[in-house]
């Protein structure tokens, strides 16, 4: 088939509203994965500049400050991205997605405006404008690469790094058993090299095959809209072989409260009150609002009325709950007015701090009286990176001294949260001065940190073993995967929910936390809108979390469990005599057999892509279970 010939017409396609998706994407617009027959595959595609000399540039930056807007309910990004030597380029990108796989149309204007007169804007010494398409290794490994018999490395790199090139209209990789083919086309004849790479960051460790197309060579004359379309196919049947899992609901591992949320930001809308009651928190946390404090302390405006509403409906339900601090009027900075809101590691001014203590108590101190509501715990958010106050290991013990202190000279019962810190790669560290002092610790009440980009089986555990050396409660202070994803709201997609039921089954295998609280409860990475009317509508996000938050019985116990499939993630909970089991399946359909449950009347639930909440009120649990493709599955056993 020539999949040029039939690009062009598939470019001009408005974005239809599909049921199914085919790929996600990036606050900036490029690719993430693609998506084909319950398979999801990290294949990454995006506009990258190669400058004379030798630095490359990404030209779809995904930074939360990047100056990029999404179309709303469409897949068009547009940008400007000033580069390192301070030159420039915008663009655009439009996908379309159909069911032969997915169409870009890109248009790039390298160096729009310079601060010059436009016939003195100087163009952008760059080699060539690309396309890039990373394959992941362990996918694409073995697959061949058109007709002259090239081949994807194995585990050995070859001699030349950049193994393969030419010019072509399409390029299609095809895996050795012949069951699958991936397919780029391009909207002409290009020039292309594959080179194997191994790419090294804080958020990336991983081989790739990177496929560099030139889109134009340098260097680049300023003003010229320089067009792109290119089409991405991944086709096959995905098989998947049965998945055996085993539940032993005697063997307890660790005690699990249930699942809670953050109430901090956008909690104004009825969704808060609508996750209230439909995900049953089993911990809260709020901010502390201090800007607001400072000045309405007197006569409190609506968002701390509300605020002071969902702390007093927490106390009443009897829920734990954290107060955290983000940001402080500028006087009390030790740089007050000097740095642009939201700077990080800012620190609170010597002779600003007893000022500081009395805001803070005032604050709980009015929560307590007026709405017997008290927090259980306090915190700085994420003090170890700064955000938006920044304290050193040996600062944040000392700080957790003196406002340990503080509440106690107020009657108040509230502990400190140890860590709260902002992601778990190894940041077990930060807390171990504080685990030190004997002091320090008579004010920490539990052990916190932040699940953001992930973390390894051995970091999450590093943070489990922490927690119990305290004899401490671990909670997950924020759940979630990626905290850019507010940016053009890229969490609005069920393979992003997917992802984040992926990360907390990973946390309460490994960490084994008493708590997860998801980020947020609110309009904020909303699991749910609220129209014009106020009517709640929930997302398909919504349905997975509700599998956790609503069917996993609050103060139950965490039981062994395992997965004999790495792409099929398993937990389980006790409490008396009811067992729930929680299957995530991330990939295809196949069946599963579960043993070692106990004999009973069970029941199931099932969510996937195009159906929400399906429930069978019998199951036998001696039959093979059917796992849809990309699905959760809860089984329920009443006590």
Not at 24 to 31: D, E, K, R
Not at 43 to 69: C, H, I, K, M, Y
Not at 489 to 514: F, H, K, T
Request: glycine share 8%; hydrophobic share 40%; aromatic share 10%.
């Amino acid at each position: 088939m020539d999949l040029r010939l039939t690009l062009i017409p598939m470019l001009a396609t408005a974005v239809c509203a599909h049921a199914v998706e085919r790929a996600t994407y990036n606050s900036a617009g490029s690719l993430a994965s693609l998506i084909a027959d319950g398979r999801e595959i990290a294949v990454r595609a995006e506009l990258s500049v190669q400058f004379t000399g030798g630095p490359v540039a990404n030209v779809q930056p995904a930074d939360q400050r990047a100056n990029t807007t999404r179309e709303a309910d469409t897949l068009t990004w547009r940008g400007v991205t000033t580069f390192a030597n301070n030159q420039q380029a915008s663009y655009e990108v439009a996908w379309t997605e159909g069911d032969d796989g997915v169409a870009l149309a890109a248009t790039i204007v390298p160096a729009p405006a310079d601060g010059a007169s436009a016939g003195r804007r100087a163009p952008l010494l760059a080699d060539s404008l690309d396309f890039v398409v990373d394959l992941p290794r362990e996918v694409f490994a073995g697959w061949s690469v058109g007709d002259a018999g090239a081949r994807l490395p194995g585990e050995t790199k070859p001699a030349d790094a950049l193994f393969h090139g030419g010019s072509a209209e399409q390029l299609v990789f095809a895996d050795p058993d012949g069951d699958s083919r991936f397919a780029i086309a391009f909207d002409r004849e290009r020039a292309f090299s594959i080179e194997d790479v191994w790419q090294q960051g804080w958020r990336v460790d991983q081989r790739v095959f990177r496929v560099r197309v030139r889109i134009e060579a340098g260097p680049l004359a300023p003003g010229v809209e320089l067009k792109f379309g290119a089409r991405l196919a991944l086709s096959g049947t995905a098989t998947a072989a049965p998945v055996a899992i085993a539940v032993d609901a005697s063997d307890r591992l660790f005690a699990f409260d249930g699942f809670g949320g953050n109430y901090c930001f956008a909690n104004g809308t009825p969704v808060a009150d609508y996750t209230f009651a439909e995900l049953r928190p089993a911990w809260a946390r709020f901010e502390f609002k201090g800007g607001l404090w400072d000045r309405e302390r007197e006569n409190p405006g609506p968002a701390l009325l509300r605020d002071f509403e969902l702390m007093q409906r927490a106390e009443r339900a009897g829920i734990p709950w954290a107060l955290s601090l983000w940001r402080l009027p500028e006087r009390y900075y030790s740089d007050p007015n000097q740095k642009p809101p939201g700077t990080f590691n800012r620190q609170i001014a010597a002779e600003r701090w007893p000022e500081f203590l009395d805001l803070l108590g005032s604050f709980i101190l009015h929560a307590k009286e007026r709405y017997g509501a008290e927090p259980d715990f306090f915190s700085f958010n994420e003090p170890d990176l700064g955000v938006d106050l920044g304290f050193t290991p040996e600062t944040h013990r000392d700080t957790i001294k003196r406002i340990g202190a503080h509440f106690e000279s107020l009657g108040l019962k509230t502990k400190l949260l140890l860590g709260d810190t902002a992601n778990p790669r190894d940041t077990h560290r930060y807390v171990l001065a504080t685990a030190a002092d004997p002091e320090a610790m008579r004010h920490v009440g539990a052990v916190s940190f932040h699940s953001w980009f992930d973390g390894s089986p051995a970091q999450y555990r590093a943070w489990r073993d922490v927690a119990r050396w305290l004899g401490l409660p671990l909670i997950v202070g924020e759940a979630g995967t990626d905290p850019g994803a507010w940016k053009n709201d890229i969490y609005e997609s069920y393979a992003y929910g997917l992802g984040e039921m992926r990360q907390y089954q990973e946390l309460l295998r490994d960490a084994q936390p008493a708590s997860l609280l998801f980020w947020e409860y609110t309009d904020d990475y909303g699991l749910a809108t609220a129209g014009p009317d106020g009517k709640v509508v929930p997302s398909s996000r919504f349905w997975l979390m509700k599998h956790f938050a609503a069917l996993t019985p609050w103060k139950s116990e965490g039981v062994a469990s395992s997965s004999d499939r790495a792409d099929v993630l398993v937990s389980a909970f006790a409490k008396d005599g009811a067992v729930v089991v929680q299957i995530l399946n991330l990939g295809p359909a196949r069946d599963a057999t579960v043993s070692g449950l106990p004999v009973g009347k069970w029941r199931s639930v099932t969510t996937t892509e195009t159906a929400d909440w399906e429930e069978r009120p019998s199951v036998d649990i001696a039959a093979p279970l059917a796992l849809p493709a990309r699905s959760f599955t809860t089984l329920v056993r009443e006590e």
